[in-house]
């Protein structure tokens, strides 16, 4: 549950700022400018990147709760998917860079309450 609901929000967050800002993708070749809203324009929605907003919170979700070393790799492998974006021409080193900041913000907001704790040991002399 609490994957489902940073993920969804960081994408809602990244989303309806993207939306707002209207700068243009790198594949647009438009100037590299922030602008009037644009709801329809998919070439003038590039800040934040709602992809990398939502892989990053998942994985800061995953790596906050379990407080293992299973949750490193699994970070890292969605680490790829910002890169991706930046490496098919889909987004600015910024656009990326806010977007995983947003992800993980939401990630360890909503793995902190999700920590295990260890198990309570009997008090000593009680009949517990």
């Not at 809602?12 to 243009?24: E, K």
């Not at 809203?37 to 919170?57: C, D, G, I, V, Y």
């Not at 299973?70 to 910024?94: C, K, N, Q």
């Not at 990326?96 to 009997?122: H, K, W, Y």
Request: net charge positive; charged share 15%; proline share 8%.
């Amino acid at each position: 549950l609490a994957i489902l609901l940073a993920a969804s929000l960081a994408g809602v967050v990244a989303t309806t700022v993207r939306v707002s800002t209207g700068r243009p993708r790198p594949s647009a070749f438009a100037p590299d400018r922030f602008g009037r809203p644009e709801l329809f324009n998919h070439k003038r929605q590039s800040f934040p990147s709602a992809h990398a907003a939502t892989s990053m919170a998942t994985a800061a979700v995953l790596l906050v709760a379990a407080r293992s070393w299973w949750g490193v790799p699994f970070f890292l492998l969605s680490a790829g998917v910002p890169w991706a974006r930046f490496y098919m021409h889909d987004h600015y080193l910024s656009d990326i860079g806010v977007g995983s900041l947003v992800g993980i913000g939401f990630g360890v907001a909503f793995g902190l309450p999700c920590r295990r704790r260890p198990a309570a040991t009997p008090a000593e002399g009680s009949d517990a």
